[in-house]
C-alpha cells in the first residue's frame, strides 16, 4: 500500500481496490514504527486525517467525484498554515501558535481530496540546508540515518522517501525543495515564481520564496503542481494566467528534448561521485535520444581558492536579498533584525 505512487494509489481508491482509510492507517502504522529513525514530523493529526479519509470514502460509494488526490494521504511543511494543529517553522518562538486561516496551497489540496496527515520539521525559519537546526529535533535521511536528508525542507523529503506519505509540499528561497530531493532520492519542483499562490506560507525570503511539490515520481510531482498552481487574489504576486494540465508532458517521448548543459557547472567544484552519477545520467539521455547542448550562464561559475574555499556571484547575490528580506520578515517577531 505504502509503495504506490499518489498517482497509483488515486487510481486504486477510485476503483474501490482500496480505501482512503485503509491507505490513511497504512501511513499512520509507518509513521508510528520509523518516526523515531527518521524524525520526519513535527505533529501529525490521525483522528482528523481517519475522519477525512472515511469522509472521501464515504462520497465515493455515493458517486462523487473525489478529485485527482481522491484520498492520498500527504504531508506538510510546517511552515504552512491550518487552523487545525500548530505552524511553528521549526521555532520554539512559535510552538505554541495556531493559525487564524489555511494557507492557501494546502486548502487546493484539501480540495482536490487529499488527507493531511501532519506537518513535517524542518530548519528553524527554513534558514538552512540539512534539517539539522530545527528547534524540536534532528531529522535522518531514510537511506542511511546516519546522514542528512538536506533542507530546509528536509523532514517533507524524508517524509515521502520513508514512506510516510505518498507526497508533501515544502517551501524553496535557494533549493530548499530541491537539495533535499537530490539527498533523499525524490522528486522535487520550485514552480516557477507566481505559479503557486503564497498566502499561509510564513515568509522568509519574500521575492524568492515559493511552494511545491517532493514526490515519488515526476508524474506525481507534476499532479501535485497542477493542483496547487493557479492566481489567488490574496496574493498579489501570483500569476494571473491559466494552469496548464503538467500531465499532459509525462509521456512525451524525450527523442529530440533539447538539454542545456552549463558548462559552470562542471569546474573543480563538482566532486568526484556527484560529477560520475551526473555524466551517467547524461549518456542515458543520449542514449534515450535527447540532445545535449553546452550553454553559458556566467554568473553561476564557482571559483575555489588555494584554501578550498568556495565562491560565486550568483550565490553572493541570492545572500544581499535573502538575508535583507529574511531580517524584515522576521524582525516582527521580537523586533530584532536577525541576522547572523
Not at 119 to 130: L, P, Q, R, V, Y
Not at 236 to 246: D, E, G, I, K, M
Amino acid at each position: 500500500m505504502i509503495d504506490l505512487s499518489a498517482t497509483e494509489l488515486t487510481a486504486a481508491i477510485a476503483k474501490g481496490e482500496t480505501t482512503s482509510a485503509e491507505a490513511t492507517e497504512a501511513y499512520l502504522t509507518a509513521i508510528t514504527a520509523r518516526e523515531e529513525d527518521i524524525a520526519a514530523y513535527n505533529e501529525t493529526y490521525p483522528q482528523r486525517a481517519m475522519d477525512r479519509a472515511k469522509e472521501i470514502d464515504a462520497a465515493r460509494i455515493a458517486g462523487e467525484d473525489l478529485g485527482p488526490l481522491g484520498g492520498v494521504p500527504v504531508a506538510i511543511k510546517d511552515n504552512l498554515c491550518t487552523p487545525y494543529g500548530h505552524t511553528t517553522c521549526a521555532s520554539k518562538y512559535l510552538k505554541d501558535f495556531r493559525a487564524p486561516y489555511v494557507a492557501t496551497a494546502v486548502q487546493k489540496l484539501e480540495d482536490a481530496g487529499a488527507v493531511v496527515l501532519g506537518k513535517t520539521n524542518m530548519d528553524e525559519f527554513a534558514m538552512g540546508s540539512s534539517t539539522e537546526n530545527s528547534g524540536f529535533k534532528t531529522t535522518r535521511n531514510p537511506w542511511d540515518t546516519s546522514r542528512v536528508p538536506g533542507g530546509s525542507s528536509g523532514g517533507s523529503a524524508a517524509a515521502v522517501s520513508g514512506r510516510l506519505c505518498a507526497a508533501a509540499l515544502g517551501s524553496d528561497t535557494g533549493g530548499s525543495i530541491r537539495q533535499p530531493a537530490a539527498f533523499c532520492g525524490v522528486v522535487g519542483v520550485k514552480p516557477t515564481y507566481g505559479r503557486v499562490s503564497r498566502y499561509g506560507l510564513v515568509a522568509f525570503g519574500s521575492s524568492l520564496d515559493q511552494i511545491g511539490p517532493l514526490a515519488r515520481d515526476v508524474t506525481d510531482a507534476a499532479l501535485l503542481t497542477g493542483v496547487i498552481s493557479g492566481p489567488d487574489p490574496r496574493d498579489s504576486t501570483s500569476l494571473p494566467a491559466a494552469v496548464p494540465n503538467y500531465l499532459d508532458n509525462c509521456d512525451t517521448p524525450i527523442e529530440k528534448l533539447r538539454i542545456g548543459l552549463p558548462k559552470e557547472f562542471f569546474s573543480e567544484a563538482l566532486g568526484g561521485e556527484v560529477r560520475k552519477v551526473i555524466e551517467k545520467a547524461i549518456e542515458a539521455y543520449k542514449s534515450a535520444g535527447a540532445e545535449m547542448i553546452d550553454v553559458s550562464l556566467p554568473h553561476s561559475r564557482i571559483d575555489v581558492d588555494e584554501q578550498g574555499n568556495l565562491s560565486s556571484f550568483a550565490v553572493a547575490a541570492y545572500y544581499i536579498v535573502c538575508t535583507a528580506e529574511c531580517s524584515s520578515n522576521l524582525g516582527r517577531f521580537d523586533g530584532v533584525c536577525l541576522l547572523y
